[in-house]
């Protein structure tokens, strides 16, 4: 009898397996569907209404809320048509129902708050620098950054208004850099174009001006012959309380310094800044890390009347009124220190421009006042001048100051962008996200004091069931070549600093579909400018752990239950397939 020699090669495959639906989900089931194989539309909506808290996607589950969800699973999983008698859901048709973002969202994607307040009463989706495409000195100038903005709802949009070189024209680029330009026309046509394609709100232009008399008539007739009936602009010189969102629904907005405070224009393209910078991490610092170093102010973006005063400043021509005519929201810090520039006038309403450090200096010693000043008066906040790789700053400390426009470089990237996207996923995704009434209250002794220690207020607990997708939106081997991912989640909270705090599941080894289900417990003091932020990172042990998706959701938009939560790239654009099973509960 021969013998016979044999050679085996093991190559590791990589196998996705369908994870099973989480121990939670098996026993939500059987309990609705009062121990059955299947559940019915009435046993559905009982869940909806009872388990997940607020009554399913719309706000209270009806009954054909119930029955449209079958349908839409039945027909997703099984093509089944409506004919079918089939109207009820197995254990997976139940897991595949709770684990579709478009099915069972973890916030609703309506308008729901009061929009009928005075502008001033909302934090506003707020772009800087919204032409530039990448580094602010040396990138181009293009409409493309601003119609990408548009339609992720940024609502203000800033462009830098220079004169050409023959000094006939308008130029829109960043001032004494190397930026190429590019038309003023060319941008207001495309703010015309897509102002309106995520949102119905009023879109706001911030013009940072530094133009002659001339050109600003000329502005001022491009404005109008460029938006019509859309412009909206107050029959008084100065307004005394802002009109509301609703009121300006498909509205353009001008805000800039009045014309007198007009500057001689320095020449747009002065030498280059040396910028010795090295590049943040790729997804950014930890917003925590985010440190100030106190440098001299950027004046290209304040609003400082001593800089900005007008040598001649004689009759204005027709054209200059035109202009002037056209802002609605004058821009203007008066003339003094701080406490000058924070006070509230009765008869007007004005913007006010600080630098990042400019507000953490305000903050600190006069942070009441600051909030005060934020009820009636618009109050911006930019990056430094120093962020030349058009990396943010933390906009929490604006948002609990009261600052309605807290401008972002939003072609950058990192982990305050993320913020900055989840803060306004809130109130439908439209731009317009309503203040927290203690920021509001008026009364002397109730005026809110960010410095104050509060109590706690309400507890979120989160709970991180599984995740799913990366199989399907990254190569098999984006994260290790020889074997599956070793997933792990960061889950925590940005906020007020009392609140803030990350934490994180262990690792699943070996696995594209990973079951942590782990749970978290976080107090919150100001659960209303609270922000969830989720990422998932890949362990390496030789390196840098690899990022898997991240995303940020604001606090007081949960619904409770379990949902399922879509991840995003570190752009912020949204992956395909990549979601995360969680629930979501207030104790």
């Not at 085996?8 to 089931?29: G, I, L, Q, Y």
């Not at 133009?211 to 001022?220: F, I, M, Y």
């Not at 491009?222 to 019509?228: D, S, V």
């Not at 959701?553 to 939560?565: N, T």
Request: net charge negative; hydrophobic share 35%.
């Amino acid at each position: 009898m021969g013998s016979y020699r044999m050679c085996m090669c093991f190559t590791r495959k990589f196998r996705v397996t369908e994870a099973e639906p989480p121990r939670d989900v098996k026993e939500v089931f059987n309990k609705y569907a009062e121990g059955g194989t299947h559940m019915t539309a009435e046993q559905l909506q009982r869940f909806l209404l009872e388990f997940q808290a607020d009554g399913g996607v719309g706000g209270g589950a009806a009954a054909s809320d119930a029955e449209r969800i079958v349908e839409q699973v039945l027909q997703k999983r099984h093509h089944i048509a409506k004919l079918i008698s089939r109207r009820t859901l197995t254990l997976d048709d139940f897991h595949h129902y709770l684990f579709s973002p478009d099915l069972n969202p973890p916030i609703r994607d309506q308008v729901h708050q009061d929009m009928t307040a005075p502008l001033s009463h909302y934090y506003i989706y707020t772009g800087h620098n919204s032409y530039l495409t990448g580094n602010q000195l040396s990138s181009d100038c293009s409409d493309v950054p601003i119609i990408k903005a548009l339609k992720r709802g940024v609502r203000v949009v800033e462009l830098d208004i220079w004169p050409n070189s023959t000094k006939d024209n308008v130029h829109v680029l960043h001032g004494r850099t190397l930026t190429t330009p590019v038309e003023l026309i060319k941008c207001l046509k495309s703010i015309r174009e897509h102002a309106f394609s995520e949102s119905p709100y009023p879109v706001i232009i911030t013009l940072e001006d530094h133009l002659t008399p001339d050109l600003q008539a000329k502005v001022a007739q491009m404005l109008i012959e460029t938006f019509g009936e859309m412009l909206f602009y107050p029959e008084s010189d100065c307004l005394k309380e802002l009109p509301s969102p609703e009121e300006l629904k498909y509205r353009i907005i001008i805000s800039t310094k009045p014309p007198k405070e007009y500057r001689k224009a320095k020449t747009a393209n002065e030498k280059e800044h040396d910028s010795h910078k090295s590049e943040e991490d790729l997804w950014g610092k930890e917003p925590s890390e985010l440190t100030e170093e106190h440098e001299n102010d950027d004046t290209s973006d304040s609003d400082s009347s001593e800089d900005n005063s007008h040598s001649n400043r004689g009759s204005f021509s027709s054209g200059e009124h035109e202009y002037k005519r056209l802002i609605t929201i004058h821009a203007g810090k008066p003339k003094g220190g701080l406490k000058e520039a924070l006070k509230v006038e009765l008869d007007k309403v004005r913007r006010l421009s600080l630098s990042e450090q400019a507000l953490e200096k305000a903050a600190e010693s006069h942070g009441t006042d600051v909030v005060r000043f934020t009820q009636k008066n618009i109050l911006r906040v930019y990056p430094k001048g120093t962020r030349f790789n058009s990396s943010n700053y933390k906009p929490l400390i604006g948002w609990m100051h009261g600052a309605q426009m807290v401008a972002f470089n939003m072609q950058g990237y990192g982990r305050s962008l993320w913020l900055m996207h989840g803060m306004f996923r809130a109130n439908g995704g439209c731009g317009y996200v309503k203040k927290p009434d203690f920021i509001m209250n008026e009364s002397d002794n109730q005026i809110f004091d960010p410095k104050a220690k509060l109590p706690v207020k309400k507890t979120l607990k989160v709970k991180v069931y599984m995740g799913d997708g990366w199989h399907l939106d990254f190569k098999q081997t984006h994260f290790d070549l020889y074997s599956p991912p070793d997933f792990y989640t960061r889950v925590g909270i940005a906020g007020v600093p009392a609140d803030e705090i990350m934490k994180k599941t262990k690792k699943k080894e070996d696995d594209w579909t990973p079951v942590w289900e782990e749970e978290f417990t976080f107090p919150l003091r100001v659960p209303e400018l609270a922000l969830l932020r989720v990422e998932v990172h890949e362990y390496d042990m030789s390196e840098k752990d690899d990022f898997g998706g991240q995303t940020c959701l604001p606090v007081s938009e949960l619904r409770q239950g379990i949902c399922a939560v879509p991840l995003f790239d570190r752009k912020g654009t949204k992956y395909n397939s990549v979601r995360l099973l969680m629930q979501f509960e207030f104790i």
